[in-house]
């Protein structure tokens, strides 16, 4: 299973301490609820991201593959090819998952 080493969440002091006070309330681990943050996250946006990876892909010439791989690496996608026909409500949720 893979894993992210996020190091240090910046946190306000009372955000932290709240959280950890929510946590040991409930019994949880903090690891336990950030895997479920992240796995909610993922789930609640996957569908949006994966309409802007494939605007991508269409827009690049590439594969879904090939965009999905070039953002995880935060490489550039390159050059949009010269006859595509730009969506403009597509465009802002690709120029989002670049600020991502």
């Known amino acids: 299973m893979a894993g992210l080493n996020l190091g240090v969440i910046p946190l306000s002091d009372r955000d932290s301490d ?3 006070v929510m946590v ?3 019994g949880w ?3 336990t609820v950030m895997s479920k943050l992240v796995k909610d996250f993922v ?4 569908e949006e ?3 802007a990876v494939t605007y991508a892909s269409r827009k690049y010439g590439l594969t879904f ?3 999905f ?3 995880l690496e935060k490489k550039s996608l390159g050059e949009p090819l010269s006859n595509f026909s730009v969506d403009p409500e597509m465009e802002e949720k690709l120029n989002g998952l670049a600020k991502k």
């Open 69 to 71: 791989h070039r953002l």
């Open 18 to 20: 709240y959280f950890r």
């Open 49 to 51: 991201f994966d309409a």
């Open 29 to 31: 681990t903090a690891r």
């Open 43 to 46: 789930q609640e946006n996957k």
């Open 65 to 67: 593959d090939e965009v």
């Open 24 to 26: 040991n309330a409930h």
